[in-house]
C-alpha cells in the first residue's frame, strides 16, 4: 500500500489521475469514470455526467439497515473534476491488490475498478455507533477526508484503541472488536455514545482523525 504516510508515495510509478489540487481538495484527471461521495463535486472542467450509484441490491439493503456508507456517485466523462467535503483534509491510498477499511463519513471517492462492501465490526452493541465500515479493495486509488491532521497509529506495537467516530481507516487485515470501558458512567469520546472504543490489534495502521464529528445538542431536561 503507498501513502504519503509511509513515504512510498512517488506519483511517477503510479497512475497519476488522482492528484492533490491542494490540502483540502482532490483533482481527478477523468478519462472513463470514478466513484466519488455524493454532494462531493465543488468544480469540473470538460463533458462529464453524475449518477446515484447504488452499489447493488445486497449492498443497498446493508445501508438501509446500518445507516454505514456514504452516498455514492458514478461520475463518467472527460476533464477535470475537483472534489472535497466540508473543507476537510484530503488524503490517498494506492492499493496494490489490497484492501483498506473506510468508515463511511471519511470516504470521498475511489477508482471505478475496486470492489466495495459494507462490513460489521464483530461485537458491536446495537447502540454504539460507527461500527458498520466499508472495505475496498484491489488495485487503485482510494481518497479520504479527515477533520483536522491525523495521526497514523502502527498497531503492531500495542494493542491499539479509537473512537469509533475518529478512526478514518485503517488496514482490513486487522482484528477489530469494542473494548468497553469498565468503570460506571465513565463515558469515552463523544462520538459512540457510550463507553465503547474501537479495538485494533494485529500487523498493519490505523488512521485517527483530531475529531469525532459534531458536539452532540445537550439535553434541556
Known amino acids: ?9 512517488d506519483h511517477g510509478h503510479f497512475p497519476g489521475h488522482f492528484t492533490l489540487q491542494n490540502s483540502k481538495m482532490l483533482r481527478v484527471e477523468l478519462n472513463g469514470e470514478v466513484m ?25 439493503l446493508k445501508k438501509m439497515v446500518t445507516g454505514e456508507g456514504a452516498p455514492l456517485m458514478r461520475v463518467r466523462g472527460q476533464g477535470a473534476l475537483f472534489v472535497a467535503y466540508n473543507a476537510d483534509d484530503v488524503h490517498l491510498f494506492y492499493l496494490e491488490n489490497e484492501a ?3 468508515n463511511g463519513s471519511n470516504l470521498l471517492a475511489f477508482d471505478p475498478q475496486l470492489t466495495w462492501d459494507i462490513q460489521r465490526v464483530q461485537g458491536a452493541g446495537i447502540a454504539t455507533g460507527g461500527l458498520f465500515n ?31 467516530q475518529s478512526a478514518v481507516c485503517w488496514s482490513a487485515g486487522l482484528q477489530v472488536g469494542v ?24 500487523q498493519g495502521f490505523v488512521l485517527v482523525q483530531a475529531s469525532e464529528g459534531p458536539l452532540l445538542p445537550q439535553s434541556s431536561g
Open 134 to 164: 466499508t472495505t475496498i479493495t484491489g488495485t487503485g486509488w482510494v481518497a479520504v477526508t479527515a477533520h483536522g491532521a491525523p495521526v497514523l497509529l502502527d498497531t503492531s506495537h500495542a494493542p491499539t484503541f479509537a473512537d469509533s
Open 36 to 60: 466519488a461521495r455524493q454532494g462531493s463535486m465543488v468544480a469540473f472542467q470538460g463533458q462529464m455526467d453524475f449518477d446515484y450509484a447504488g452499489g447493488g441490491v445486497g449492498r443497498m
Open 179 to 202: 473494548n468497553r470501558t469498565m468503570k460506571v458512567g465513565a463515558l469515552i469520546g463523544r462520538g459512540s455514545g457510550e463507553a465503547a472504543q474501537l479495538a485494533f490489534r494485529g
Open 1 to 9: 500500500m503507498r501513502s504519503s504516510f509511509f513515504g512510498n508515495l
Open 100 to 102: 483498506i477499511t473506510v
